[in-house]
Every structure is written in structure tokens, then in C-alpha cells.
């Protein structure tokens, strides 16, 4: 086995999806603004743990950092590297219309560039389990079958560049409708109680307490989601 990935970003996702890749023997680099997430990643002296700009030549660079704007920042380091073909795959939850526009920079450059959601969580990184919905073009997707042979249990090509976040945002919006029921049906019963049971009146762990906790943010990933399916829809 050649090792010639790299991953960028080595938290909960991040650290399973790279030790898989190491064990498999692709693993050629990594990388974490943080020390103790490139400690705690126990990768093995096979690889190299060194910033992006400092990667030798590679046939996939992962990309497991919060969104579109931290690939932007890097972007022009990892762009201004020689190559033979690399193709980036971005494994973000970002807005589509940022990850249409990255992948213009990238491809002008003669790379591809892949975007995937995903669903699975730490555990599905950490076992090789995940599910990927991914974008872009045919001969590109099935380019990266090798390495999401060692990633994911189940690769779907959901359509061209930009579809995989697409797919992914309306998947989150369905689990956070999901939690938002939920989590008012805990609040609603903790109203309705009349006696003063675990869970129902002012304990922070019980239905009500929960509910109460989770309506901010489930409320604000709903319209974070609704506002970038919104681009992705007026631009298709």
C-alpha cells in the first residue's frame, strides 16, 4: 500500500478517520492547529506530522476542520505545492455555495476536488462505519474509492460538486426537527406534571430541563441550515 493521503484536522472525526487510514498503510501525513489533538491522535512514525504547506507530493488531502472558511484559508498553501493530481475531499458540513466556489479555485489549479457529508459520528470514524453522501464529478468519485474503502461502510454519489453538503444540511435539518420535537415534548410534559418527579419540574438532566436547554441552539442549526439550502437552491 502507497501511502499517499493526508489529513487536515484531527478531532472526533478527524483522529478515527486517520488512524484508519495509518493501519491501512495510506496515511502519509497529518495535520492540527493544536497540539494536544495531534498528540492524542497516537498516529504512528510511519507518517509525517507536519503543517500542510510542508506535504510532500500526494494523491488525497482530507479535509476534517470546522467549514468552507478554514479550507479557504488554507487553500492558497496547499494550491501553491507541486503535484501529479491530487484531489482534495472535503469532509465539512459547510454552506454549498462556499463549496462550489473552493472547488473552482482547486480545479483551476488541474486537482479535483470532492465534497461528502457524512453521518455516522466519532463512532462511525473511529470504526470504519460512516455513511459519505458525496459530490462531485463521476470519474473523480470513483478516483477515491480506495480510500473511502478504509473510511466509510457506505459511499453514495448524490450528484455533482456541491450536492454531498447539500444532501448533508438536509439531513441535519431533519435530525434537529428531530430534537426540537423532542425536546418540546419533554418541556410540555414537565409543565403538565403536578408533582414535583425526577425529570419533570427544575432538574437540568430530566425532559423539561432538557428541552428548555436544547430549543437555542437546535433553533439556531435550523436556520443555519435553511439559509445555506436557501444559496444552494437559488444557484442550482
Known amino acids: 500500500m502507497i501511502r499517499d493521503t493526508a489529513v487536515i ?10 488512524r484508519n487510514l495509518d493501519r491501512a498503510g495510506r496515511l502519509a501525513a497529518a495535520w492540527d492547529i493544536t497540539e494536544a489533538a495531534r498528540t492524542n491522535a497516537q498516529l504512528s512514525s510511519d507518517m509525517a506530522l507536519v503543517p500542510p504547506s510542508q506535504f510532500g507530493r500526494l494523491g488525497f488531502i482530507l479535509f476534517l476542520v470546522p467549514g468552507s472558511a478554514q479550507i479557504e484559508e488554507m487553500l492558497p498553501g496547499i494550491l501553491a505545492r507541486p503535484h501529479d493530481g491530487e484531489t ?29 457529508g457524512m453521518s455516522g459520528g466519532a463512532k462511525g470514524a473511529d470504526t470504519a462505519k460512516m455513511a459519505l453522501m458525496v459530490g462531485g464529478a463521476d470519474e473523480a468519485v470513483a478516483a477515491c474509492k480506495g480510500v473511502f474503502d478504509v473510511i466509510a461502510g457506505a459511499v453514495t454519489r448524490v ?16 435530525c434537529h426537527t428531530n430534537f426540537l420535537v423532542v425536546a418540546e415534548a419533554g418541556r410540555l410534559r414537565g409543565e403538565a406534571a403536578e408533582v414535583r418527579d425526577r ?13 428548555a436547554a436544547y430549543w437555542p441552539t437546535v433553533a439556531r442549526l435550523l436556520r443555519e441550515s435553511y439559509r445555506s439550502l436557501k444559496t444552494a437552491i437559488s444557484e442550482a
Open 88 to 116: 482534495l475531499i472535503d469532509l465539512t458540513t459547510s454552506d454549498p455555495a462556499k463549496t462550489k466556489a473552493n472547488a473552482a479555485k482547486v480545479r483551476a489549479t488541474g486537482r479535483e476536488y470532492i465534497d461528502c
Open 9 to 18: 484536522g484531527l478531532g472526533n472525526m478527524g483522529r478515527g478517520i486517520a
Open 159 to 174: 450528484g455533482p460538486s456541491g450536492a454531498g453538503h447539500t444532501i448533508k444540511l438536509l439531513h441535519n435539518m431533519v
Open 199 to 211: 425529570g419533570a419540574t427544575d432538574d437540568p438532566d430530566g425532559p423539561r430541563g432538557r428541552g
